[in-house]
């Protein structure tokens, strides 16, 4: 923009702080050229490398999802089926790992991550040195209650089994059902495949590399967990404020399945038209075998569940099955697809038995084929939105939750679940509470908490580990796709649990554009190609950026963080009218749309000297929720303690992570919650059609001119980080003050950048009183920073550019060839508001 530009739209009104504006910049391109400040320095680009490692999942034209050229298939435990427990001691070895092979395209990096591996993937290697490990459990050490070893790399894992060859008709199936966070896997030393993510399960067909082999069984698994932060496309993309544990997390194991068998059994309730739930609902029930199936062989049974307290931790749905329960067929087609067949089912049930909180009624379905049978947990409810209102809908009531949120971790195991027992213990004190809803954040727990959850009865909200993402990760993932497949593969895990009643794609994000665009993707994603009838949500900031933006039109329903006095001193009158203002403002931005608070909470400090401010916070927001009448729930954050890198120990919960004693605000929010309405009340609603958002492109990264680094033009061109709010006009930005440090966040999308070769970095500002001094913070990808400021303070009434210099920043503790953060502040700024444009390098 052009100093003329600016002066054109000097604002009227402002907001702006006392101590002056801080600017968090990215840099970008610059090209030579030369203005009144002197030659443009030469392009600083440096190459900025997003991991090329593919996702392994997709999903067909019939919507079936399939990974390294396999169905990926349903994992309930089935009495028919062999399996083989990898579970106990295996051989560990630390490498220190080179990320960025491990994040590269394998049909470029396998050969040289296997001759790295000096042979620790062949089944003759001599690991008789290496640390014995049981498994599943964290690679990091465990302390007790102090916060566990914060490893975050490469390890190899070994174990030599005796496991019975497959039979001449007969598959076998390798299934890590979590590896923390990127997978290679050899079989006897052949390399059977890769996976990254660690939440969520991955499954390797070993057949033919059994086959080939016969006799003892050797497994070796290469990890690497890619620190967070510094690697471009990971997902999460940044620290996250839970522990990024290393290593097989969850259990492991060998199923030896029926070649052209069931591999999957899907099961969708779904309301009728017209008709009350309670008299009569559906059930779209789809299976994928073998490519030989005739249609007309498949049996179904629909059986009621027999959840007795001694088979509440029942691995197998089989196990439960009771009476059977009258379904009608009501329609039956076939596709054929390479190497299976689609068969789907539609049944009818009359007066169902429906799932709910307060009643969670499970049925067992049971597939039967020539050969093999599959049984699977179900529930029959139905869930949606009010088409005239802004109610969530369960079984065509408007439906009101309370619940918590919930990190799986305990100090003895990390997020390893192996006692179910414990595990089935801690989910009941939830439910004990009165909670009606758990919110599993902020990733996929083990795929028995929501068996578990069907059977306790707990509303879930489910989650993938796209945390605090910004524009930059946004932009990673539109060409990397690696949340899509997280997405994914939690949607098929859980798809047939019926406690699951909405999927979560983010929590607490910047960039609200790019945001629109990454959630636009993956609801139509869901809706076009493999629908299951559940509610999309998303976690945003109450402040990020405010009541309304285009990310929550995405979403059936909007989801905020509430955290009103919990990082400041509100009084707590001062807090209830903040949240009932806010929430005000959220439904008056589009009426129609349902909301929930998916977290608020404060925490208990250091040996609780905050828990009586703690109680105090939750009495001051539960004033505002529950008076809210057209809030469709809130979650406390949360159950109980949880590790964090950041601050140690998360004392937010009910109780510390050890379960002994509980806080005063646990006696207070099981007091409300128990006194809150029934889940569902009123008269049958009608439900509007599932939300299919138009097409959204992602937003298209600038064309810089010559030598500008940032023109402001970009669709997500800052954020706020605090003290300001920002307004984008016609390509600049506007600061106007909220607090005593003002800052925003400014998106570049070309970063790291060498500024070696520059000798000034310079920022034409607009500031209307003038006298600001503005001082640079250069950040590095190492995260070193240092200062410089500039030479003379702003000028009163014009838009004039400010530079400081580089050249005395030669000796400077960080590294100038790799700066991926500039820090702008201008010091003792008067003016209610500035504007800023056009940063750019000498």
């Given at each position: 923009?052009?100093?003329?530009?600016?002066?054109?739209?000097?604002?009227?009104?402002?907001?702006?702080?006392?101590?002056?504006?801080?600017?968090?910049?990215?840099a970008?391109?610059?090209?030579?050229?030369?203005?009144?400040?002197?030659?443009?320095?030469?392009?600083?680009?440096?190459?900025?490398?997003?991991?090329?490692?593919?996702?392994?999942?997709?999903?067909?034209?019939?919507?079936?999802?399939?990974?390294?050229?396999?169905?990926?298939?349903?994992?309930?435990?089935?009495?028919?089926?062999?399996?083989?427990?990898?579970?106990?001691?295996?051989?560990?070895?630390?490498?220190?790992?080179?990320?960025?092979?491990?994040?590269?395209?394998?049909?470029?990096?396998?050969?040289?991550?296997?001759?790295?591996?000096?042979?620790?993937?062949?089944?003759?290697?001599?690991?008789?040195?290496w640390?014995?490990?049981?498994?599943?459990?964290?690679?990091?050490?465990?302390?007790?209650?102090?916060?566990?070893?914060?490893?975050?790399?490469?390890?190899?894992?070994?174990?030599?089994?005796?496991?019975?060859?497959?039979?001449?008709?007969?598959?076998?199936?390798?299934?890590f059902?979590?590896?923390?966070?990127?997978?290679?896997v050899?079989?006897?030393?052949?390399?059977?495949?890769?996976?990254?993510?660690?939440?969520?399960?991955?499954?390797?067909?070993?057949?033919?590399?059994?086959?080939?082999?016969?006799?003892?069984?050797?497994?070796?698994?290469?990890?690497?967990?890619?620190?967070?932060?510094?690697?471009?496309?990971?997902?999460?993309?940044?620290?996250?404020?839970?522990?990024?544990?290393?290593?097989?997390?969850?259990?492991?194991?060998?199923?030896?399945?029926?070649?052209?068998?069931?591999?999957?059994?899907?099961?969708?309730?779904?309301?009728?038209?017209?008709?009350?739930?309670?008299?009569?609902?559906?059930?779209?029930v789809?299976?994928?075998?073998?490519?030989?199936?005739?249609?007309?062989?498949?049996?179904?049974?629909?059986?009621?569940?027999?959840?007795?307290?001694?088979?509440?931790?029942?691995?197998r749905?089989?196990?439960?099955?009771?009476?059977?329960?009258?379904?009608?067929?009501?329609?039956?087609?076939?596709?054929?697809?390479?190497?299976?067949?689609?068969?789907?089912?539609?049944?009818?049930?009359?007066?169902?038995?429906?799932?709910s909180?307060?009643?969670?009624?499970?049925?067992?379905?049971?597939?039967?084929?020539?050969?093999?049978?599959?049984?699977?947990?179900?529930?029959?409810?139905?869930?949606?939105?009010?088409?005239?209102?802004?109610?969530?809908?369960?079984?065509?009531?408007?439906?009101?939750?309370?619940?918590?949120?919930?990190?799986?971790?305990?100090?003895?195991?990390?997020?390893?679940?192996?006692?179910?027992?414990?595990?089935?213990?801690?989910?009941?004190?939830?439910?004990?509470?009165?909670?009606?809803?758990?919110?599993?954040?902020h990733y996929?727990?083990?795929?028995?908490?929501?068996?578990?959850?069907?059977?306790?009865?707990?509303?879930?909200?489910?989650?993938?580990?796209?945390?605090?993402?910004?524009?930059?990760?946004?932009?990673?993932?539109?060409?990397?796709?690696?949340?899509?497949?997280?997405?994914?593969?939690?949607?098929?895990?859980?798809?047939?649990?019926?406690?699951?009643?909405?999927?979560?794609?983010?929590?607490?994000?910047?960039?609200?554009?790019?945001?629109?665009?990454?959630?636009?993707?993956?609801?139509?994603?869901?809706?076009?190609?493999?629908?299951?009838?559940?509610?999309?949500?998303?976690?945003?900031?109450a402040d990020?950026?405010?009541?309304?933006?285009?990310?929550?039109?995405?979403?059936?329903?909007?989801?905020?963080?509430?955290?009103?006095?919990?990082?400041?001193?509100?009084?707590?009158?001062?807090?209830?009218?903040?949240?009932?203002?806010?929430?005000?403002?959220?439904?008056?931005?589009?009426?129609?749309?349902?909301?929930?608070?998916?977290?608020?909470?404060?925490?208990a400090?250091?040996?609780?000297?905050?828990?009586?401010?703690?109680?105090?916070?939750?009495?001051?927001?539960?004033?505002?929720?529950?008076?809210?009448?057209?809030?469709?729930?809130?979650?406390?954050?949360?159950?109980?303690?949880?590790?964090?890198?950041?601050?140690?120990?998360?004392?937010?919960?009910?109780?510390?992570?050890?379960?002994?004693?509980?806080?005063?605000?646990?006696?207070?929010?099981?007091?409300?919650?128990?006194?809150?309405?029934?889940?569902?009340?009123?008269?049958?609603?009608?439900?509007?059609?599932?939300?299919?958002?138009?097409?959204?492109?992602?937003?298209?990264?600038?064309?810089?001119?010559?030598?500008?680094?940032?023109?402001?033009?970009?669709?997500?061109?800052?954020?706020?980080?605090?003290?300001?709010?920002?307004?984008?006009?016609?390509?600049?930005?506007?600061?106007?003050?909220?607090?005593?440090?003002?800052?925003?966040?400014?998106?570049?999308?070309?970063?790291?950048?060498?500024?070696?070769?520059?000798?000034?970095?310079?920022?034409?500002?607009?500031?209307?009183?003038?006298?600001?001094?503005?001082?640079?913070?250069?950040?590095?990808?190492?995260?070193?920073?240092?200062?410089?400021?500039?030479?003379?303070?702003?000028?009163?009434?014009?838009?004039?550019?400010?530079?400081?210099?580089?050249a005395?920043?030669?000796d400077?503790?960080?590294?100038?060839?790799?700066?991926?953060?500039?820090?702008?502040?201008?010091?003792?700024a008067?003016?209610?508001?500035?504007?800023?444009?056009?940063?750019t390098?000498?």
């Amino acid at each position: 923009m052009t100093r003329a530009h600016l002066v054109g739209i000097l604002p009227t009104h402002v907001l702006f702080g006392a101590l002056g504006v801080v600017v968090l910049i990215t840099a970008a391109l610059v090209i030579q050229g030369e203005d009144e400040t002197g030659p443009r320095a030469p392009d600083p680009f440096v190459a900025r490398d997003v991991a090329s490692l593919r996702p392994t999942l997709d999903v067909t034209d019939h919507g079936v999802p399939v990974a390294a050229g396999d169905v990926l298939p349903s994992l309930e435990w089935q009495p028919d089926r062999h399996r083989v427990d990898l579970g106990g001691t295996w051989r560990s070895q630390r490498v220190e790992a080179d990320h960025e092979l491990s994040l590269t395209d394998r049909a470029r990096s396998l050969p040289e991550i296997e001759q790295r591996a000096g042979g620790r993937q062949n089944p003759d290697y001599d690991d008789s040195g290496w640390t014995r490990h049981p498994v599943p459990s964290p690679e990091n050490e465990l302390h007790g209650a102090d916060p566990p070893e914060e490893y975050q790399g490469g390890v190899w894992y070994r174990r030599t089994v005796d496991a019975p060859a497959p039979a001449d008709r007969e598959r076998v199936r390798l299934v890590f059902a979590a590896v923390s966070s990127i997978a290679d896997v050899w079989i006897n030393g052949r390399w059977v495949g890769y996976h990254e993510g660690g939440y969520t399960p991955f499954v390797v067909d070993v057949t033919d590399a059994m086959r080939e082999r016969p006799g003892p069984l050797t497994i070796s698994v290469r990890i690497d967990n890619p620190p967070l932060g510094p690697y471009a496309g990971t997902v999460p993309a940044q620290t996250v404020d839970w522990v990024n544990y290393t290593g097989i997390l969850q259990e492991v194991y060998l199923e030896y399945v029926p070649a052209g068998g069931i591999a999957r059994l899907d099961a969708v309730p779904r309301a009728l038209p017209g008709i009350d739930p309670r008299e009569r609902v559906g059930l779209d029930v789809t299976l994928v075998a073998g490519p030989d199936l005739a249609p007309e062989d498949l049996t179904l049974q629909l059986a009621h569940a027999d959840v007795r307290p001694e088979l509440l931790t029942a691995r197998r749905p089989a196990d439960l099955a009771g009476a059977v329960a009258a379904a009608e067929e009501t329609g039956r087609t076939v596709e054929r697809a390479s190497g299976h067949t689609v068969v789907r089912v539609t049944l009818e049930v009359a007066r169902p038995w429906l799932w709910s909180p307060e009643a969670p009624a499970l049925y067992v379905l049971t597939a039967s084929i020539p050969g093999d049978r599959y049984a699977t947990q179900v529930g029959l409810r139905t869930v949606g939105v009010a088409a005239d209102g802004p109610q969530v809908l369960l079984n065509g009531r408007a439906a009101r939750f309370v619940g918590l949120n919930r990190h799986e971790e305990w100090p003895d195991t990390g997020r390893t679940t192996t006692d179910l027992d414990r595990l089935a213990a801690d989910l009941s004190r939830i439910r004990d509470t009165g909670a009606t809803l758990l919110r599993t954040a902020h990733y996929p727990n083990s795929a028995m908490t929501y068996l578990l959850a069907d059977r306790i009865g707990l509303a879930v909200i489910e989650e993938i580990p796209m945390w605090w993402t910004d524009a930059y990760a946004f932009a990673d993932q539109e060409r990397r796709r690696i949340a899509d497949q997280m997405w994914r593969e939690m949607i098929f895990r859980d798809r047939n649990r019926p406690s699951v009643l909405a999927w979560s794609a983010v929590n607490e994000a910047r960039a609200q554009n790019a945001r629109a665009a990454y959630l636009n993707r993956l609801v139509r994603d869901l809706r076009l190609r493999y629908p299951d009838g559940r509610l999309v949500t998303q976690s945003a900031a109450a402040d990020r950026p405010g009541a309304d933006d285009p990310s929550r039109h995405q979403v059936d329903v909007a989801g905020y963080t509430v955290y009103a006095g919990t990082f400041d001193d509100d009084a707590p009158d001062g807090v209830t009218r903040r949240v009932a203002g806010f929430l005000a403002d959220v439904h008056a931005a589009d009426p129609r749309q349902p909301v929930w608070v998916t977290e608020f909470g404060a925490y208990a400090g250091p040996r609780d000297v905050k828990a009586d401010r703690q109680a105090e916070l939750f009495d001051a927001v539960w004033s505002a929720l529950k008076s809210d009448p057209y809030l469709s729930g809130a979650a406390w954050w949360s159950a109980a303690d949880n590790f964090t890198p950041i601050a140690g120990v998360n004392t937010f919960g009910l109780q510390p992570m050890d379960g002994r004693g509980r806080r005063p605000v646990a006696a207070k929010l099981r007091a409300a919650f128990q006194a809150a309405p029934p889940v569902t009340s009123g008269p049958l609603l009608a439900a509007r059609e599932p939300f299919v958002p138009d097409p959204l492109p992602a937003p298209d990264h600038p064309r810089l001119a010559p030598g500008t680094l940032s023109d402001f033009s970009a669709a997500d061109p800052a954020e706020p980080a605090g003290g300001a709010r920002l307004e984008t006009r016609d390509g600049v930005l506007v600061l106007h003050r909220t607090g005593e440090k003002p800052s925003a966040a400014v998106y570049l999308y070309g970063r790291p950048v060498d500024l070696s070769a520059s000798t000034r970095l310079c920022l034409s500002v607009l500031d209307p009183d003038g006298g600001a001094r503005l001082r640079f913070e250069l950040r590095d990808t190492n995260g070193a920073t240092t200062d410089v400021t500039a030479t003379e303070s702003t000028a009163p009434g014009a838009a004039e550019p400010r530079c400081a210099s580089l050249a005395d920043d030669r000796d400077a503790r960080i590294d100038l060839t790799r700066v991926d953060l500039v820090t702008v502040t201008l010091q003792n700024a008067s003016s209610e508001q500035i504007t800023i444009d056009d940063l750019t390098l000498f």
